[in-house]
């Protein structure tokens, strides 16, 4: 259904809108043409509560509201386009006497929802003096970009879980009310009426995303029903966490369509099943060479170091999920190992036989910030 109305609204990008209008006195119809000329621009942020307790498991962080701007802006440039501003008193990052934050674009792509001319605006926040904001986590990375950094020329994979539920929230999607599945085993890649739950809006969603120019790579069922993930990537440092955002807030656009919640909770469901993380796959230039295996152990040696700096940044409720079961390693517990699900950092076989490559850090939540992620790797490794 989505996707037909993508493709459908898609085709509309010219905008004009003829409409017959009676003329009573006259007896006759006038047509009346529009050029419906004005862009409408979603301005994008996220308030940085995903996941925490005030949000619980149904609400997230992301939020947007629709800008109309009269003259089309077609280039694309995130410079381009105008600051705004919205009330931070009711996002929870202001108090009201003193409540406007400021929107500064940073990303922009096209509407795969709306089509034509209108764009998606990824923005940062940034406070009443023009600084940025406390949640701003975008900033933060953006600042430890040197030169040093640019060189290596460092790429990340974001593998982004997470659970659909139904309308209300109480239930997975596709569960029986009150009620469990077949115990895990069928469902992860499955195939048919019985092993998957919510395709519709997984392939709605992929589509969606390739139609906004996002580097998104894959999808598949994971091993819990009614669990799916996306994967972005291999993109840049701000594009990692610019791209998984604006692909969050597709997810929860597209949910409205379906009534479909989608959750980045790392345990919504409690006992026997798999939890929702966010592996992040991770490489530099040296890592990328021949003989990169040295580099890529030289960065595990690193992480293994600040291990416990890395888990209180990577998600809310992530000791519900990181127990050293379910392919997790405990939470207090940092080790790596080849084709190892059940590492904190995994080596692909892959990579070992080809003595280069990438490492995959497995133990982000679902809902742990992307900028985060990427920061923290960047800095314990390269900095």
Request: with cysteine; hydrophobic share 35%; proline share 7%.
């Amino acid at each position: 259904m989505v996707a037909a109305t993508l493709s459908s609204k898609a085709s509309l990008a010219s905008r004009k809108v003829a409409c017959t209008a009676p003329v009573a006195r006259q007896g006759r119809s006038v047509i009346v043409r529009v050029n419906a000329l004005a862009q409408r621009a979603e301005y994008i942020w996220y308030d940085g509560n995903e996941g925490k307790p005030e949000k619980g498991m149904v609400f997230n962080e992301m939020r947007s509201k629709t800008k109309c701007i009269p003259k089309p802006i077609t280039s694309m440039n995130a410079a381009d386009f105008p600051s705004w501003s919205f009330d931070g008193s009711s996002t929870g990052q202001a108090e009201g006497n003193n409540s406007d934050c400021i929107l500064r674009p940073c990303f922009i792509c096209p509407d795969p929802i709306r089509g034509g001319d209108d764009v998606l605006v990824m923005c940062d926040v940034l406070d009443p003096t023009g600084k940025p904001h406390v949640s701003n986590t975008r900033a933060m990375l953006e600042a430890i970009i040197n030169d040093t950094v640019k060189a290596e020329k460092p790429l990340f994979g974001f593998e982004q879980e997470y659970t659909m539920l139904s309308k209300g929230g109480a239930t997975p999607y596709g569960w029986p009310l009150g009620g469990y599945p077949a115990p895990q085993g069928p469902f992860y890649c499955g195939v048919g009426n019985e092993s998957v739950y919510g395709r519709e809006l997984a392939e709605a969603h992929m589509d969606a995303c390739i139609k906004a120019g996002l580097t998104i790579s894959g999808i598949n069922a994971e091993v819990m029903p009614g669990q799916w993930e996306f994967q972005i990537g291999p993109t840049g440092a701000l594009e990692t966490g610019d791209m998984v955002m604006v692909a969050r807030w597709l997810l929860h656009r597209l949910g409205e369509e379906f009534g479909i919640i989608s959750t980045f909770h790392p345990k919504p469901i409690k006992g026997d099943w798999n939890g929702a993380g966010a592996h992040t796959n991770y490489s530099t230039e040296s890592m990328r060479r021949d003989g990169g295996m040295k580099a890529i152990e030289a960065a595990i040696e690193r992480l293994s170091k600040c291990h416990p700096e890395h888990i209180s940044q990577y998600g809310s409720g992530n000791e519900e999920r990181l127990t050293g079961a379910h392919e997790t390693c405990d939470i207090d517990t940092f080790r790596f190992g080849v084709a190892d699900r059940g590492s904190s950092i995994r080596i692909p076989l892959p990579v070992q036989l080809a003595n280069k490559g990438y490492l995959e850090d497995r133990r982000p939540s679902a809902n742990v910030d992307p900028y985060v992620v990427v920061r923290l790797l960047i800095k314990n490794t390269l900095l």
